[in-house]
């Protein structure tokens, strides 16, 4: 099964002092980028054939698959100067870049891409930027078994704010933290078919249009999940991602047998 992945926007929430910024798929977690977590993880599943959707940062992300460094979290053997691999991360991987364009919504993105998805009824997508052990077969698998033309991974909220109640003195009645509330977001996981693309026009959103007709139809299924979900939306995030990763505790790591509490088996290499 093919997965589109979109990274092409400005990861703004994770700029610095300076206008020379990685785009936010490029941004490591131990040595590797978060888009190749994201990658690993498909693959572990059987999924690799990926279509990059390019926009901004374009070039980095085509010179680091250019220029890929097994080394860098594979272990080898270096004799008479020569280097022997012994476990490879991406040779069996077809990596499709095509530009969608600098400024384009994901739903153009993905339009831009559909002559590469022909003869692929089902299809997976990911926004490229949050790292989970989702059970991907069961929610394929769940999601085959329905009419649906969509489907979605749903997590609880990962803020920490408190939500605030109150009467009409604007005395407090109640304080919730958003995390344990019964509400569920859009976790960034989809399963999708060729019907998505009927209701996406030029420079239309998959949320806001597809997501939004398909809802109306009673076509568009949720997979709750209340396990291991991660976003990278910000340096804190990031560096939560980082630290999980450099001590041994990278659940998103399925390739590496890993689950909450057990090591990765690559950690951060200089």
């Not at 089902?122 to 989970?132: G, R, S």
């Not at 769940?142 to 979605?152: H, P, Q, R, S, Y």
């Not at 998959?206 to 809802?215: H, P, T, Y």
């Not at 590496?256 to 690559?266: F, L, V």
Request: net charge negative; proline share 6%.
């Amino acid at each position: 099964m093919k997965v589109v992945l979109f990274c092409g926007g400005y990861g703004m929430r994770m700029r610095g002092s300076t206008d020379d910024v990685l785009t936010k798929p490029m941004h490591l977690v131990g040595p590797r980028p978060i888009i190749w977590h994201v990658m690993r993880y498909y693959a572990h599943f059987g999924h690799t054939e990926f279509i990059l959707c390019l926009g901004y940062g374009a070039d980095q992300i085509k010179d680091y698959f250019l220029h890929y460094e097994e080394t860098a979290s594979n272990d080898f053997v270096l004799r008479d100067g020569k280097v022997q691999l012994l476990d490879t991360d991406i040779a069996d991987w077809t990596i499709t870049f095509v530009n969608t364009g600098l400024n384009s919504p994901i739903g153009e993105r993905l339009r831009r891409v559909r002559p590469h998805l022909e003869g692929d009824e089902v299809f997976l997508a990911n926004y490229a930027d949050v790292l989970t052990n989702l059970p991907l077969d069961a929610m394929i698998d769940e999601f085959k078994g329905t009419d649906c033309a969509a489907a979605l991974l749903a997590v609880p909220p990962q803020s920490s704010f408190h939500v605030v109640q109150f009467d009409e003195q604007h005395r407090v009645r109640d304080l919730e933290q958003v995390g344990v509330m019964s509400i569920w977001e859009n976790g960034g996981y989809f399963v999708l078919t060729q019907a998505v693309f009927d209701h996406l026009p030029v420079n239309g959103d998959l949320v806001g249009d597809v997501f939004e007709a398909l809802l109306a139809q009673g076509r568009l299924l949720a997979y709750p999940y209340s396990g291991y979900w991660k976003p990278a939306d910000t340096f804190k995030e990031r560096a939560e991602l980082d630290h999980a990763w450099d001590t041994y505790d990278a659940p998103w790591a399925l390739w590496n047998g890993s689950d909450p509490g057990k090591p990765a088996s690559h950690p951060r290499t200089s």
